[in-house]
């Protein structure tokens, strides 16, 4: 038990600390303490009661839920909005929180990675403000050539996102899928396509979506899918999802099918050497291709909502 003028000095330097919110180094000159004293009575008055710090959570974050998804996956961060039923609304929201995470993460120096065919992505870009942390280069990792419309959605996508940033795009000029290994490997030769191939291991920081097999309304409108027969293939081998048209099974294995060899994008060994490897994705339909990529390690921060993140750690 403290002394009663040990309890009364310790009271005293937590007052000013917390509630004058006076510096250590201006106790010291006021109390003539050393700053290691100092530490230890504001260290005690906590252990012993004097000082209770509580945070209130605010309505709508879920902190608990972000550090429960960032131990039992081992991710460097996690991001969990409010929740819906509505799917186009998840996407708003994921949007949202994604475009608040480049605006005060991004900087000068990075290299940043976004895939074409991701709605989440889009609202992404949707959701930010001009003038944001700006001089990264941007780079689109995974072809955007496709059906006219679809296209301009996958170039505008990337431009849009680094004139935002203001900093500097490189397209990749190519479609997602071709139909053979020899079509690719003739297409990856090509001045402009490789241009941009050659960045993908510079990219620090990667933006993608997570597909589940079935592909999205974006992206089969875009023409940069496979047939029905090579996802049901695909299925047969495991596929639970993919990322950048790469896919995995349920314990994040890559699925090895000839399919691999008709993708023009960062390959999912290029994406795991990023540094920063940002995941938007979430809703039901979602949540086994989220589980999967999880697993494989293949990102290593999540935006998702609520309702993924307590299905994501029942399982």
């Known amino acids: 038990m403290a ?44 252990e012993s009661g004097i000082v209770r710090i509580t945070v209130n959570v605010p309505s709508g ?4 839920l972000e550090e429960a998804l960032q131990e039992r996956y081992r991710l460097k961060q996690c991001v969990v909005v409010e929740s819906v039923d509505d799917e186009e609304q998840i996407i708003r929201e994921l949007g949202e929180a994604a475009a608040f995470f480049v605006e005060t993460t991004a900087g000068p120096g990075d290299v940043i990675g976004i895939s074409s065919w991701s709605a989440a992505l889009l609202a992404m870009v949707d959701a930010m403000h001009h003038g944001a942390r700006g001089g990264a ?54 001045r402009f396509v490789a241009e941009a191939t050659r960045l993908f291991d510079q990219v620090t920081l990667a ?44 314990q994040g294995n890559p699925v090895a099918t ?28 979602k949540t086994v291709a ?9 990102i290593n921060i999540l935006i998702t909502d609520r309702n993924t993140a307590e299905r994501l750690l029942k399982g």
């Open 137 to 190: 280069r941007v780079l689109q990792i995974l072809g955007g050539v496709g059906s006219p419309g679809a296209e301009v959605h996958a170039t505008q996508l990337t431009r849009r996102l680094a004139h935002l940033l203001n900093g500097e795009a490189t397209l990749l000029p190519a479609p997602g899928v071709v139909g053979s290994r020899k079509a690719r490997d003739v297409l990856l030769e090509d």
């Open 290 to 298: 989220i589980k999967g990529a999880l697993a494989g390690g293949w």
């Open 3 to 46: 002394r009663i003028d040990e309890l009364r000095l310790m009271t005293q330097v937590a007052r000013m600390y917390y509630e004058q919110e006076l510096r250590q180094p201006e106790i010291m000159k006021r109390l003539n303490l050393s700053q290691s004293t100092i530490s230890r009575l504001l260290s005690r008055a906590r």
């Open 258 to 285: 000839p399919l691999h060899d008709r993708v023009i994008g960062m390959s999912l060994e290029q994406l795991r050497r990023v540094g920063r490897v940002v995941g938007v994705a979430g809703g039901k339909r």
């Open 61 to 64: 974050t879920h902190p608990e």
């Open 207 to 250: 933006l993608v979506g997570i597909g589940a097999v079935e592909p999205s309304r974006l992206l089969a409108e875009s023409g940069n899918v496979f047939s029905k027969s090579e996802l049901n293939t695909l299925g047969r081998h495991g596929a639970v999802g993919d990322i950048c048209l790469h896919f995995f099974n349920e």
